[in-house]
């Protein structure tokens, strides 16, 4: 599990809305540990405060869903990462989360994220198969 959430390139994060409703958006994302991070990057968005920072804010509980698909369903998995979400606007946590997405995404190395980041701890794994 740990080897197929490293590799993945895109994530599936899904948080909690202040009326209980889903919200999963996609996310770069990076696995250090017993911790996922993810930042909120430059990319073109509606606003600096996103939903999915503003749902962490009122409840913490997140997951992070990676999968892979192809026609011949033999082949076909997902890992699903449960856990408790803190978001980092400064410090030294922040820091080195930048530094291990730069180092997953060149993308990142060219324009690092102007956002905060959010710090998953990891609680519970599942997978199929």
């Known amino acids: 599990m740990r080897r197929r959430v490293s590799e993945a390139r895109v994530g599936h994060l899904a948080t909690t809305t202040t009326d209980g409703g889903p919200h999963v958006v996609p996310c ?3 696995l250090r540990r017993t911790r996922l991070y993810t930042a909120v990057d430059a990319k073109p968005k509606s606003s600096g405060r996103l939903q999915r920072v503003r749902n962490l804010e009122t409840n913490p509980a997140a997951s992070l869903l990676v999968d892979h698909y192809e026609e011949d369903w033999a082949n076909l998995w997902w890992v699903r ?9 400064s410090g030294s946590e922040r820091d080195a989360a930048f530094e291990l997405l ?3 995404y060149p993308q990142y190395r060219r324009e690092p994220p102007p956002g905060p980041v959010i710090a998953i701890d990891t609680r519970t794994w599942r997978a199929w198969p």
């Open 102 to 104: 730069a180092a997953k």
């Open 81 to 89: 990462i449960d856990g408790t979400a803190r978001i980092r606007v």
């Open 28 to 30: 770069c994302f990076v």
